[in-house]
């Protein structure tokens, strides 16, 4: 059986269009469940031992709310348009309250280097005049930021909740916050420090659940609830949380 985070070959003879999609399979799922990142992606969650000869008959019977979804995201991206050519000025973490002021000093270096100049102010020194470079290295240095807040704030709810887990890591998920495997491994995705804390809170409540119930049943949402009785307000706003996502960051890999 494949890993919470492992992707699945694309079966051989499926046809799904001009849809890019990616097949992962889920411990926890007991049906097939698609899901669409706010960037047009598709993800195709099957449980164990899924025959993948019905994908194809799944993904045409979708097909309308697959097309009405991919449109509206399209829509939700022109409206909150800004250009992902332009390297940012600021990077706003909400759950940390920092915003970090970013200069772009150009040097003969070879590669980029991120260097904290003083308290919330960033220098990007070499070829700064690219700027996918300059993205690519804003993103690990947020990989890096996340490293050293979000396992800390992982471990005093776990310690607080009494939901104990056994390895944490940091990854750049497209279309999830987070994860938790059978083995009580919790993944949890970067951009989290773009979220407002509370909802920081309800992601990480959500997957320190996951370590006692490896599935969405009523047991599993009882036990969110006894740690977070307003659960609910935050799983709402948690659907529109990719609005506080600037589009640079997705914009080159």
Not at 62 to 81: C, D, G, H, M
Not at 179 to 186: G, L, T, V, Y
Not at 217 to 244: G, H, I, M, N, T
């Amino acid at each position: 059986m494949a890993n919470e985070g492992d992707f699945l070959p694309v079966p051989s003879g499926l046809q799904v269009g001009s849809y890019s999609c990616r097949f992962r399979e889920s411990a926890r799922a007991r049906h097939v469940s698609i899901k669409i990142s706010p960037y047009g992606e598709i993800e195709v969650v099957v449980p164990p031992k899924f025959d993948p000869q019905q994908l194809s008959a799944i993904l045409h019977q979708k097909q309308a709310w697959i097309e009405q979804t991919l449109a509206r995201l399209a829509a939700q991206r022109q409206v909150n348009a800004e250009p992902t050519t332009v390297k940012p000025s600021q990077i706003k973490l909400r759950s940390l309250d920092e915003t970090w002021e970013i200069v772009y000093l150009q040097s003969q270096r070879d590669r980029l280097q991120v260097i904290a100049l003083n308290a919330q102010r960033l220098a990007l020194a070499g070829p700064s005049h690219q700027v996918a470079h300059c993205h690519s290295a804003l993103r690990q240095w947020l990989k890096l930021r996340a490293k050293q807040a979000l396992p800390h704030w992982l471990q005093q709810l776990s310690q607080a909740a009494q939901l104990p887990y056994t390895k944490v890591t940091i990854r750049g998920q497209k279309t999830r916050w987070g994860s938790c495997s059978s083995q009580q491994h919790i993944s949890l995705n970067y951009k989290l420090l773009f979220l407002p804390p509370p909802l920081v809170d309800y992601v990480l409540i959500h997957e320190l659940c996951h370590t006692q119930q490896m599935n969405h049943s009523p047991a599993f949402w009882q036990s969110v609830e006894q740690q977070r009785p307003d659960y609910q307000r935050s799983r709402e706003q948690l659907k529109k949380a990719w609005q506080y996502i600037p589009q640079w960051l997705e914009s080159d890999g």
